[in-house]
């Protein structure tokens, strides 16, 4: 089926490129598109590429899009995980392993995808491998989102840290971010979303030097506000992202929804 591509409203804020487009669809489409030709690019060389994947419901469309775009280098991407709950078991619903599986790895032949172990009595030994791996793969590019608290990955307000000396790292999860995998659908209470995660820093992130940042639905609408507004601070961590030389922040008319007066 072919697609009608609107023209999207670009704008720029600092450094940070933004994209609305008129539906979720079409977002994903279109930071599926920016991912492909960064693949295509990056492997033309014949050398491997790392990316980092992240998970939720903001991602769905971009990696439905991304998993249907035809002839993609597959077998030269390294994928890694961005972040995993602790004691949830891997085929749990709300499991971040079973979606990348089901959206991602079960959909294209991915060369390797490192998954990150939150059932694992010793979080500290997977958070030190993992870092490892990561520094071995050098991710060059990375797909994310933006929580309805501001965070990036799994660093909430209440200890994201611009300087994390760690690379990867376990996290306390705020309410409003536990409220929000609720909202969602992934979990039927509060009380049945775990307090900790597993996590990549924001040094971590911020060291990929292309950002592909989907942000749909009207469930942001208002951090999307405060990440262009607020002041730089862990306060909302994604207004961290203002300073990225090459992150693109991809909206729909729902997210988008209280702009319209800038």
């Keep these: 089926m072919s697609h009608t591509i609107s023209k999207p409203r670009l704008f720029e804020i600092e450094s940070l490129k933004f994209e609305i ?19 295509r690019l990056r492997t033309e060389n014949g050398q491997d590429l790392g990316v980092i994947f992240a998970t939720g419901a903001s991602q769905l469309s971009t990696l439905h899009a991304l998993t249907s775009l035809p002839d993609l280098p597959w077998e030269q991407i390294i994928g890694f995980h961005m972040d995993e709950y602790m004691d949830l078991e891997p085929d749990h619903f709300a499991s971040f392993r079973r979606y990348l599986r089901e959206q991602l790895t079960e959909r294209v032949p991915i060369k390797e995808f490192y998954e990150i172990d939150g059932s694992s009595v010793d979080p500290e030994a997977v958070c030190n491998a993992y870092a490892a791996r990561l ?3 050098g991710p060059r590019l990375c797909l994310l989102g933006v929580g309805e608290n501001g965070h990036l990955a799994f660093n909430d307000p209440c200890d994201a840290d611009f300087n994390d000396p760690r690379d990867v790292r376990v996290a306390t999860l705020e309410k409003v971010c536990r409220e929000q995998q609720v909202a969602e ?35 942001k609408a208002k951090i999307v506000r405060r990440l262009i507004e607020d002041v730089i601070s862990t306060a909302c961590p994604a207004t961290l992202l203002r300073t990225h030389p090459d992150a693109t922040v991809y909206l729909d008319n729902e997210s988008s929804a209280e702009l319209s007066d800038l």
């Design 185 to 219: 659908g992934w979990f039927p209470s509060l009380e049945a979303v775990p307090a900790r995660a597993i996590t990549l820093t924001i040094p971590t992130l911020f060291r990929v030097p292309k950002l592909i940042v989907s942000v749909p639905g009207n469930r």
């Design 21 to 39: 487009h008129d539906s979720r669809e079409s977002a994903g489409r279109a930071a599926a598109r920016a991912a492909a030709n960064e693949m």
């Design 135 to 137: 520094k071995a793969g």
